[in-house]
């Protein structure tokens, strides 16, 4: 019945707190906490109190009250949650049999028993007993005497509060709610020679938490921090795209938390429901990054059969291309970086910027290494030939050849990436390039290739068990 408007008549409100300092920390896992300083008029012995403006999506076993005035006089003895809000189909509902006054579009008035309703019509009984039917498209108010009893206009902390000094208590309450979240979203630009780049970080804040916070400090946590899985899903914060404005000085001060890392934003900010809020959280120029070509099977396919299976003996494979930077202050970085997505530009001959690729970064600390994989070369072509295989007792011995063919006009390095997955105890035997071991399975090559030119990888690998 959301056709028409509903006016409620003779509605009296309980006594609610006047709001004093509201602070925000939200969380990087679609909660926040939520820290409200109110103030409160309080008799001496038992005071009920309705703590309204609350978010809907409040987990109310979080709440934490004090009096800051008088904390050992002042505690509460018994919270109610009241969320059952307003609505006209709820009040028609609970009007059913009592009396109820209507006026249409065209000013007549009906007044009488309310003996039902659906969407297309409204059934009143007057005083001489007739009936009178109205269409919900026809009206233009309905009037209640009273709103019914565990209906309320907003979500409600109905408290009974133990007070043992009266007069004004500046009071905090803090709660966890669910439904707001925040994310880091990365924009740069690559310069002409790909040596060097531009980065703008962005917060965004999504808030769908069923309250506003006005002029409250901001606080951001990034961080895995354990909570205790809910029986239900929680909506996710959605992905922001590129914001073409400049950043500004950065607004956030970071600094270390317990095992995480917290932001707070230098000025207050006010948080509106149903509203994504993006905010500057740092900006850099002239950050050097490295760009690799890298042939790597594991990074396409995974640990399985289908690449090394015996029969698959040439397989031909795109050569990634990412850009790797240091996070770092020689590097005009050095902040400790949120998790989020960084999407990549680039200027063409026209000076227009375009869209090269995107990666999604895990929480980085500052000297940290980050590596973006922003798309397969078009001009760099990989093949992969099994040359030979032998074994015999407790043994085995593979070939491989690896060729890499460059049809750029300039020279490059192809970082080529093999894996020793038959055993643990194995040792490359012959080789045409030299490798490092990046672990106990793993060996990396660095080959030049010129400019339309090809190079061959070879290499054989001996196991034993």
């Not at 409100?13 to 109110?38: G, P």
């Not at 990054?289 to 396409?300: A, G, S, T």
């Not at 869209?355 to 078009?378: M, R, S, V």
């Not at 300039?410 to 970082?415: G, H, Q, R």
Request: aromatic letters at 12%.
């Amino acid at each position: 019945m959301r056709e028409f408007a509903v006016f409620v008549l003779g509605f009296i409100f309980c006594f609610c707190a006047s709001a004093q300092e509201v602070e925000l920390t939200v969380y990087n896992q679609n909660f926040a906490l939520v820290k409200d300083q109110r103030n409160l008029d309080l008799k001496k012995g038992v005071n009920k109190v309705d703590f309204k403006d609350v978010a809907s999506l409040i987990e109310p076993t979080s709440v934490h009250f004090v009096s800051l005035t008088a904390p050992d006089a002042c505690y509460i003895l018994e919270q109610n949650y009241e969320y059952d809000l307003v609505s006209s189909d709820k009040l028609l509902s609970k009007y059913i049999d009592k009396n109820i006054k209507i006026v249409t579009k065209d000013a007549k008035t009906y007044e009488g028993i309310l003996s039902s309703y659906d969407a297309g019509n409204i059934v009143i009984s007057g005083a001489d007993g007739l009936s009178m039917i109205v269409r919900p498209d026809n009206i233009n108010q309905i009037s209640f005497d009273k709103l019914p009893e565990g209906l309320i206009t907003k979500p409600t902390l109905v408290w009974e509060i133990q007070n043992n000094k009266e007069g004004k208590h500046l009071t905090e309450v803090s709660y966890l709610t669910n439904g707001i979240s925040w994310l880091a979203e990365y924009v740069t630009v690559l310069d002409k020679d790909d040596n060097k780049i531009s980065l703008d970080g962005w917060v965004s804040i999504n808030n769908t938490s069923g309250a506003t916070y006005k002029n409250s400090k901001l606080k951001l946590i990034a961080g895995d921090v354990k909570r205790v899985r809910e029986r239900y899903d929680l909506l996710q914060a959605s992905a922001m795209g590129m914001v073409e404005e400049k950043a500004a000085a950065p607004q956030f001060q970071e600094k270390s938390f317990f095992e995480y890392h917290m932001y707070t934003l230098q000025r207050k900010a006010t948080v509106k429901n149903n509203q994504i809020k993006q905010i500057s959280l740092l900006s850099a120029n002239n950050v050097p990054v490295k760009k690799l070509f890298v042939y790597d099977p594991v990074d396409y396919y995974g640990w399985n059969w289908y690449y090394y299976e015996d029969n698959k003996t040439t397989k031909e494979q795109k050569i990634k291309v990412k850009i790797e930077l240091t996070n770092s202050k020689q590097n005009n970085l050095g902040m400790p970086l949120p998790k989020g997505k960084v999407k990549v530009y680039k200027k063409d001959d026209d000076g227009s910027l375009q869209f090269i690729g995107e990666d999604q970064i895990d929480h980085t600390p500052k000297d940290e290494t980050i590596k973006l994989y922003l798309g397969d070369a078009f001009d760099v072509v990989g093949e992969r030939k099994k040359m030979n295989f032998r074994e015999g007792d407790h043994w085995a011995e593979e070939t491989f050849e690896i060729s890499l063919r460059n049809h750029k006009d300039s020279d490059i390095e192809v970082n080529v990436i093999e894996h020793m997955w038959r055993y643990s105890n194995w040792k490359i035997i012959n080789k045409s390039h030299e490798f490092t071991k990046k672990d106990a399975r793993t060996i990396e090559f660095k080959p030049p290739v010129a400019k339309n030119g090809e190079t061959k990888v070879t290499y054989t690998v001996r196991y034993w068990w």
